[in-house]
């Protein structure tokens, strides 16, 4: 009797193709929101677009990267927060195969897309106003 394995390979391919868990249920991109005191504050995400947004704001971030939102107004002090994905913990999700070739498989492409990872939903900031004397000081630089 011959066993045919042509059905057990395109499984294993198509398991392998499709992704991990995390990459079907997460995505590889998040949306941040982004919001600050005192309102209409701009924010630009590095690397990213040069783009300015206007609090509040959101954007689509790739989950396998680090990014530096920079928030700035006139009259306050620019403020930048780093932003840096987080193990979700659902690696364990890829545990649903039996197969250890298709674990490890799903381990690596939810590794290397960043889908097992997360950004908090929203950064919210409060700007801190510049001291009077470099408040006028940029207004005359200004004119």
Do not use: W
């Amino acid at each position: 009797m011959q066993i045919d394995y042509r059905h057990s390979i395109v499984l294993i391919l198509a398991l392998v193709v499709t992704g991990g868990c995390s990459s079907m249920e997460n995505g590889r991109q998040q949306t941040v929101e982004f919001d600050a005191l005192p309102a209409g504050t701009t924010v630009r995400v590095q690397p990213g677009s040069d783009q300015p947004m206007r609090t509040p704001a959101a954007t689509l971030l790739d989950r396998k990267n680090t990014y530096k939102a920079y928030f700035e107004k006139a009259g306050y002090e620019t403020q930048i927060v780093e932003l840096t994905s987080k193990s979700t913990g659902k690696a364990a999700n890829n545990l649903i195969f039996i197969n250890p070739v298709i674990i490890a498989s799903a381990l690596v492409v939810d590794n290397c897309t960043g889908a097992n990872r997360a950004f908090t939903n929203k950064v919210f900031v409060t700007l801190k106003p510049l001291p009077v004397e470099s408040a006028k000081d940029t207004t005359t630089n200004a004119k």
